[in-house]
């Protein structure tokens, strides 16, 4: 053998040598004990079959622990978490939607209306909604419009009630959602005009007897659903599980079936409508008609009209409520601390429309990935995004994505950081985080956000440790086969020793 050979061979050693005394150094003290302990809990038996992406560091960007990171997953509802802090980033925390109702006619010295009264939608996802805390619903929000109408001496409307929700595209639904999920409150349909969050409350009460089929009513009480009731009352202490179970894809006919209880007080569901331009127009023309003012030309979106551009060039033309929405930074603590899928997608969209003249889902989505690639982003065209609130499962990003936007909104985000890191649930106190981690060592010292789809759980946000270091952290299971509970107690046990873990 060479000489030159024998002292390649050494010089090879050597280095291997010193590679192991600095994986060694690297591995030893709290750190390696903390990565020891991720590990025993992801690499449990129940997890063989799922993937988990896990992605742990400081706000300067030491990775703590990594395992897959710059792999993609299901995000669910952890996507909020890119919608909002894109859009408080572009519009502001300060950011208001308004919501205009305007006379279009001549109004008489009698009080009469001759023309329609039109309601112009900015994609105001709070309109006459059951959030933010203090809402005001429809039942709250319409009466005030119709006190504006007898303000103004309308006694009588000659015309139609219009919803124009146009600074959105007609799409109402992500192109990426489950069929199934349709009927449901958690997948209802977005539009510039909405209201009551596009969907109805149900009271399903049991009948007189066994046998009787349930007594079902809904708030707020319209005519522009109708029920299809199949559910039967059976014997004391039988199964109570009625819901629906279809409505009509384009459409408000809505069947439930199933059953209930004879000694079951009430169940109470939600469901979503289509057409939220048409439905906040036809709630308020109940609403006059209920007050005394009669509207002779019905409730329609003004996209159903055969000529919308006579309305749009009426000369005659007076409004009567402007409507302010609460603010952003209030929306998006309904969006992240309630996780309300409709909120988070009524702003994905509005950032599409405002940002970008398009008040589409991929419109909106292309505003977010913009923002990600200007803030330095790794891999941000890489980003899957179909929707801003997580429930299409082509949505996919990667944990070491998420845990770079919760750096930059804590270290530079500015205002729209202080509203961003407001809008998430504190562990033990509040939102889907008030019921986990409230123990002594998390309690108060751990905000996130949770994400749920079917076999897919997930996890992001920032935890104090033990010696006052803050650490952001993200935590995604896909394609798992246990309960979700089971998840749920493995991403809790890795945020407790993340609380403990000290220098």
């Known amino acids: 053998m060479s000489l030159r050979l024998i002292c390649l061979f050494a010089l090879i050693a050597l280095t291997s040598s010193c590679s192991r005394m600095e994986r060694s150094a690297v591995e030893t003290g709290s750190v390696a004990e903390l990565r020891r302990g991720l590990d025993a809990i992801l690499d449990d038996p129940d997890f063989s079959s799922a993937h988990w992406g896990v ?35 572009r519009l502001g925390p300060g950011f208001t939607w308004k919501t205009r109702v305007d006379a279009v006619g001549e109004i008489t010295a009698d009080g009469v209306l001759n023309g329609d009264l039109v309601i112009v939608g900015s ?51 992500s192109g990426e959602w489950d069929y199934a999920d349709l009927p449901y409150w958690y997948a209802a349909g977005t539009s510039g005009l909405a209201i009551e969050e596009n969907c109805f409350r149900t009271r399903i009460e049991p009948g007189a007897k066994v046998g009787d089929p349930a007594v079902i009513s809904w708030n707020p009480n319209t005519s522009y659903i109708e029920v299809i009731n199949d559910v039967e009352t059976v014997e004391a202490g039988g199964t109570s599980n009625a819901d629906i179970v279809w409505r009509k894809t384009e459409g408000n006919l809505i069947r439930y079936d199933r059953t209930i209880a004879i000694d079951k007080p009430v169940i109470n569901e939600r469901g979503s409508v289509w057409d939220g331009a048409r439905y906040a127009a036809h709630l308020f023309m109940e609403q006059l008609e209920r007050e005394g003012i009669a509207v002779s030309g019905g409730a329609f979106n003004i996209r159903s009209l055969e000529d919308p551009s006579a309305i749009d060039a009426a000369t005659n033309r007076a409004t009567l409520v402007t409507h302010t929405s609460p603010t952003l930074a209030e929306v998006c603590k309904v969006i992240n601390k309630v996780s309300h899928n409709f909120f988070a997608d009524m702003t994905l969209r509005t950032l599409g429309h405002r940002g970008a003249g398009t008040g589409d889902y991929e419109t909106g989505a292309g505003v977010v990935e913009s923002w990600l690639g200007e803030i330095g982003m790794p891999d941000a065209d890489r980003i899957g995004m179909s929707d801003g609130s997580g429930l299409a499962r082509m949505d996919f990003v990667q944990p070491r994505q998420m845990t770079y936007l919760l750096r930059h909104m804590k270290t530079s985000g500015g205002a729209p950081g202080e509203a961003f890191l407001d809008s998430m649930s504190i562990a033990g106190v509040d939102g889907w985080m008030a019921g986990r981690l409230g123990g002594e060592e998390t309690k108060g010292r751990l905000r996130a956000k949770t994400g749920y789809i079917g076999h897919v759980r997930t996890l992001g946000g920032y935890v104090t440790t033990a010696d006052g270091e803050e650490l952001v952290f993200s935590l995604m299971c896909n394609l798992y086969t246990v309960p979700t509970s089971r998840v749920s107690k493995a991403q809790d046990e890795a945020c407790l020793l993340l609380a403990r873990f000290g220098r």
């Open 123 to 173: 994609g105001d996802p709070s309109l006459g909604a059951w959030h933010p805390g203090d809402h005001c619903d429809s039942a709250c929000l319409l009466p005030e419009w119709v006190a504006a109408l007898r303000a103004a001496g309308i006694r009588e409307v000659r015309g139609r009630v219009i919803g124009d929700g146009r600074c959105f595209t007609e799409e109402y639904y």
């Open 55 to 89: 992605r742990v560091e400081t706000l300067d960007g030491e990775v703590i622990y990594d395992r897959s990171g710059a792999r993609s997953f299901t995000p669910a509802s952890t996507m909020k978490l890119f919608t909002t802090a894109a859009a408080l980033s």
